[in-house]
């Protein structure tokens, strides 16, 4: 099987290098075993395509003499032959075996052309369609790039301790739980853990963004990553072939492997349009001398014209280089999109979900305001030693608090330290038994609160925080609101997504109403829903599908799980190295950076667009040269633009997508 995308050559059997080269010696197939690194040498552009060269001097040299002699035939017979070597081998051999693609066709035309003399007209065809094949090549490289460049990435040798050894070995002869020793300015070449020193890590490779970010011990560091400045012992937990990376390049290859629906159509139209073309160009030669005593030579020209006009070349490529294009940029900018599919399929979207927590959110719970009745440091440093000993999520957002304001609360001595079940804490400080519960437990507590407390806790409530109370028996000492904070970006990526015209977006949460409704209206999405289970997120999504619309699930791939499978695209919030999020879903926003979604969504659009463009282009030009024939009016000259020229123009418009950027 072959990808022509990642230029990947997949054998089921047994078969040696050699005997593989052997049966592609007529493409001039290099092979390189897929774990030895490939030397890709930089081949001058006159050496790799130096028979179409000469094939063009030797026609510029029969066109500058003019009038034809047998000098000019042998001339034009020699661009012929050097220029379309390749060409009339495929081509022959497909008529043998009663193949007919755009090589037959051509073969077939050439050698009809020369029959009846034109001679000229059949090098300049042979010349435009080496020239087309160039280009196709030249583009489909460029596609590969993108594959080429993340296997670069990560370095193929490293420095690891092994005991009290410290060797340079290969990554493939790096095992699990060796200790990577990593200098500033290099590159990781495992993925793994910190276990000594701290540094700022440049992750633009895996996750697309150029901002260094800081790792120290325990933190998780990827393959391919850049260490800037401090030096780094890292434990490898991957073997090289399971590094983030090397899924990553995996996984694009599988993408751009993968038939969109309109690569399918055309496939499909085009196993059946060429023998349809071989037809017509017969019909055209036979019919109007037979029936209507016409010039046999002048219709056996206009059906070798037919045949070339005829050739599928434009549209067979208008599909794949845009799709192998569009899905290399986008694993460039930082999002998986893992097939052809999903890449049409977002650019259809016009429903957005969220998941809040973790998508629209941080995920972290966050101290926001914290209203003392009296010293502000000291009663925050009662909260967080009390807190110390709790095992409630929200504890950790205070102690977090008082860390950032320098406040040693592990000196407080705490004593008869007790959960009260649903409702809070209670512990004893210097003699004194104080509370952290919510707002409920107080009242249970004490005869009576205050009413401006009561208004105080109100307010924050309606503005979708959680808030508990430091206090005693006798009175409220202090209110700590906490809440999951909106991620930096979110508000601005859904007005982003308004503005491209999205129909709807909405949130599926199941936190409470009051929260998900603060969270909405400072994220401006068009809807919302709370107290959701995963089953009734699922329940919603395909609600939303029934109604015809094409919906996008956005979520961070584990408990978003059923309603990711059931969106039209399933879209991970993928964290670098989050192998849920990368098994999950369609498409992998691989740097938790939302502001990766609206350049997703515009990207597949424009691929969409250039898709029709050129599938529609393709058949147009077709269409009207083949219209030419019934008045006798096309020529070969005619043909061979509307057949090279339409493929050129299909190449280079696919070849746009590589300048979309963020």
Known sequence: MINFGAAKLSVYGDASIEELEKAGAFENLKVVPENQQELVEHVPFWKKHWNVIISVVLLVIAWSLGEDSFFTTILYAASILIGGYRLFKAGLQNLIRLQFDMKTLMTVAIIGAAAIGEWSEGATVVILFAISEVLETYSMDKARESIRSLMDIAPKQALIRRGNKELTITVDDIEVDDILIVKPGQKLAMDGVVVKGASTINQAAITGESIPVYKTIEDEVFAGTLNEEGLLEVKVTKRVEDTTIAKIIHLVEEAQAERAPSQAFVDQFAKYYTPFILLLSALVIVIPPLLFGGDWYTWIYEGLAVLIVGCPCALVVSTPVAIVTAIGNAARNGVLIKGGIHLEEAGKLSVIAFDKTGTLTRGVPEVTDFIAFGEDKELLGIAAALEKGSQHPLSSAILR???????????????????????????????????????????????????????????????????????????????????????????????QLHQIGMKKTVILTGDNRATAEAIGSVVRVSEVEADLLPQD??????????????????????????????????????????????????????????????????????????????????????????????????????????????????????????????
């Not at 208004?455 to 009175?475: D, H, P, R």
């Not at 996008?552 to 969106?567: E, I, T, W």
């Open 401 to 495: 608090k008082a860390e950032e304001m320098g406040i040693d609360f592990y000196a407080l001595k705490v004593g008869d330290f007790s959960s009260i079940t649903g409702k809070g804490i209670k512990a004893k400080l210097n003699d004194i038994l104080y509370f952290v519960g919510s707002p409920g437990l107080f009242k249970e507590l004490l005869v009576e609160i205050r009413s401006e407390i009561l208004s105080q806790i109100e307010t924050l409530q309606k503005q979708g925080k959680t808030v508990m109370v430091l206090g005693t028996e006798k009175e409220i000492l202090a209110l700590i609101a906490v809440a999951d904070e909106v991620r930096e970006h979110s508000k601005e990526v859904i007005a």
């Open 537 to 662: 997120k699922l329940a919603y999504i395909k609600k939303l599908r029934s109604e015809g619309n094409v919906v996008s699930m956005v979520g961070d791939g584990v408990n978003d799980a059923p309603a990711l499978a059931a969106a039209s695209v399933g879209i991970a919030m993928g964290g670098a190295g989050t192998d849920t999020a990368l098994e999950t879903a369609d498409i992998a926003l691989m740097g938790d950076d939302l502001r990766k979604l609206p350049f997703t969504i515009k990207l597949s659009r424009r691929a969409l667009q250039i898709i029709k463009q050129n599938i529609t282009f393709s058949l147009a030009i077709k269409a009207v040269a083949l219209l030419l024939v019934v008045p006798g009016w096309l020529t070969l000259w005619i043909a061979i633009f509307a057949d090279m020229g339409a493929t050129l123009i299909v190449t280079l418009n696919a070849l746009r997508l590589l300048k979309i950027g963020k």
